[in-house]
């Protein structure tokens, strides 16, 4: 069964994020006060309505305490912030997300509770996408649409195989993924050979498509490297 993300707020950050969510696999509610909004994003994600998120019954109406995450991406009034925020924690939301437009409004959000406050000039809404996707990935710069690099913590199922052995390495990469570094005790491995053995902490910097990381995340046995059948004359 998909995650289900609410994201709450559906400006620039707010669109950004939503539909990356919803590419890389999430059912996602889109959440905002304007009906022009909601009318031109329908169809974009599983869900979008109008509503107002600084109301309890509205929320409990829609759900959301049932959500996997809810994204607070409110942008200039901060009081709607606030309260989403606090009304979500209040309901039992797994996680929150808020957006905060500066300091002081970020220190607000995580003393009433937000597990995580994001600053939308440092973090873009489909980098963010991605690190709430998988708990392994640190850090996601897309390069062009569903391929990018990402910064990913060795998933513990390969900890011990060489790069090879995990497909990540050799002449045909059997997750069509290319490790260009590892970080290990902050020394970079730089361009690793198949050879290389993942070991526990290593930091690995993978370029991929976006669906070849999300294959090895769910520890998916990888397809098998077939030889060419020489042609018969």
């Known amino acids: 069964m998909a995650k289900q993300a609410a994201v709450i707020g559906m400006g620039r950050f707010g669109i950004s994020l939503a539909r990356e969510l919803y590419q890389i696999g999430f059912d996602v509610l889109g959440i905002d006060r304007s009906d022009q909004v909601v009318q031109e994003l329908s169809g974009q994600l599983t869900t979008v309505v109008q509503a107002d998120s ?7 109406h829609l759900g959301i305490a049932n959500y996997d995450l809810a994204v607070v991406a409110i942008g200039a009034d901060i009081q709607a ?69 990402s910064k990913i913590a060795a998933p513990e199922h390969l900890i011990g195989q060489t790069l090879e052995e995990a497909g990540l390495g050799g002449p045909r990469y ?26 526990p902490g290593d930091i690995l910097f993978v370029a991929c498509r976006d669906d070849r990381l999300e294959r090895i995340r769910r520890r998916e046995a990888p397809p098998p490297i077939t030889e060419a059948t020489p042609s018969v004359n």
Do not use: C, W
């Open 81 to 149: 912030s606030i309260m989403t925020t606090l009304l979500l924690k209040t309901m039992g939301v797994k996680e929150v997300i808020a957006r905060a437009n500066n300091p002081l409004h970020g220190q607000t959000l995580r003393r009433i509770g937000a597990d995580r406050v994001v600053f939308p000039e440092q973090e873009t809404g489909v980098r963010l996408a991605h690190t709430l996707f998988s708990p392994d990935v640190l850090e996601y710069m897309s390069i062009v649409p569903s391929f990018g690099i």
């Open 174 to 199: 059997r997750h069509s993924v290319t490790v260009l570094a590892i970080r290990r005790s902050r020394e970079p491995i730089l361009f690793p050979a198949k050879e290389e053995v993942i070991t």
């Open 54 to 60: 600084t109301s309890e019954t509205v929320l409990r």
